[in-house]
């Protein structure tokens, strides 16, 4: 049974930073890309960053720069460093992972980003 679990969201103000965890259970971790996906009310699903199993990485636009996704094979968890934060990356934070035609989520962590 594929378990994905986030921790780290919270209130935090413009300019600050956060760092997001995934802890992973029931995959081989190492074998798999882990993706951090964000979305706010009414809007669809937004693909934010990309971690593949040999460490290399893909960003979207908006957070190129300020966020830096990275993992540990050991810990099965796939983190989120994110920087720099802007009241615009507030929404809810989900790990993400797809095997086998299947997607997995975890049950999102809460960003607000505001003074």
């Known amino acids: 049974q594929v378990q994905l679990v986030e921790s780290g969201g919270g209130l935090v103000q413009p300019g600050g930073s956060l760092r997001l965890s995934c802890a992973a259970s029931?995959?081989?971790?190492?074998?798999?890309?882990m993706n951090w996906y964000r979305q706010t009310p009414g809007k669809e699903r937004e693909l934010v960053a990309t971690i593949y199993s040999q460490g290399s990485t893909n960003y979207a636009d908006s957070v190129k720069g300020r966020f830096t996704i990275s993992r540990d094979n050991a810990k099965n968890t796939v983190y989120l460093q994110m920087n720099s934060l802007k009241p615009e990356d507030t929404a809810v934070y989900y790990c993400n992972c797809n095997i086998g035609g299947y997607r997995f989520w975890g049950q999102g962590t809460q960003v607000t980003v505001s003074s």
């Open positions: 029931g995959i081989i971790f190492r074998f798999n890309a």
